[in-house]
């Protein structure tokens, strides 16, 4: 018989990427759908699959929403990557974060024990809660300290994650990506808004481009890739935590001078520096050590960051020839 998951944040980008993953393996997949005034389900519509989705309305901040979802789903697996994920707002807004991004993931693991203890649980983790990097290069055991109220919202989801495994034996994981990016990322992401930048600059439709703090570094991998490694998670015997990632860092710079190259540009003509994309506090580096996931999981990344970045910038270009 075929499987049933269950995620949150269906409307995302890794929403899509693992929503297609599981049709493909022949799950039926449910997802939830916060109300919004606006169209949200364009990236299940760039993957070609949103007719193959079974929308269920609820939003993380209201739990009998995901007791019905739990129950109309009759869900095995369930994947929460629900959240206000952006870092930069989650200063300006930080209660709102703090009760989607951390008590949301109380309310699906509660959810979850009133209707299905059984179910498997992942729990969408992140780099960010390492924050100001305690080692050079972080793995599980790398103590967490993080920099914003999204980290400090997603630690707090983590620990529950692995509070309620310890406490009713909730075969609950928590997976720690590093960065992930796709031509479906949000627009307000830096690669997307340097692929997109890259596009309309190459086209004529926009001068230049305002970016923050360009020297601080990040993992970065192909989210197509990543959504795999969550999956893999809720296959095992035993359910632990994992590090996603591709164990190599790069500048924002020199990401800005991959993309810009690739279509016969120079990023330093174009890129200009704008303090009030400066962040309050800024994590400045991450690096992940995925040798666990590649143990236990037999998970590693596939793309590298130059395949990426042209897949983006390429994807960008399409869609600003046709706007
Ligand atoms: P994303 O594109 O920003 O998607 C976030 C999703 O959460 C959207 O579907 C959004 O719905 C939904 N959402 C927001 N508030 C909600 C609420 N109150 N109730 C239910 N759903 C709600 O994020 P992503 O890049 O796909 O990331 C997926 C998850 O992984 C997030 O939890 C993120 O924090 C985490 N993560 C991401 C990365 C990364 O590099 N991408 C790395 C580590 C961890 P709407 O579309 O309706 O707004
Ligand atoms: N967004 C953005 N916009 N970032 C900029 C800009 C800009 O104009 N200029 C410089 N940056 C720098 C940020 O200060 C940060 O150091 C880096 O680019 C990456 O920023 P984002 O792409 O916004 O990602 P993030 O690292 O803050 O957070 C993402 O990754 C986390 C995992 O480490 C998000 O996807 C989080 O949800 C995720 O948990």
Redesign the pocket.
Known sequence: MNKQALITGVTGQDGAYLSKLLLEKGYEVFGLVARRSSDSLWRLRYLGIEQQIKLLEGDLLDLSSLIRAMEESEADEVYNLGAQ????TSWKQPIFTAQVTGVGVTHMLEAIRLTNPKARFYQAS???MYGLIKESVQDENTPFHPRSP?GVA?LYGHWITVNYRESFDTFAVGGIL??HESPIRGI????R?VTDAVARIKLGKQPKLY????D?K?DWGFAGDYVEAMWLMLQQDRPDDYVIATGKTTS?RNMCEIAFSYVGLNYQDYVEIDPA?Y?PA??EI?LGNPAKAKVNLGWEAKTTLEELIVMMVEADIKRVEKA
């Open positions: 994920s952006f870092v930069a992140t780099s960010e999204y997603k590093f960065n307000e992401f830096v690669t808004k970016l923050g703090n360009i601080t990040r924002v994309l962040r800024e994590v991450l």
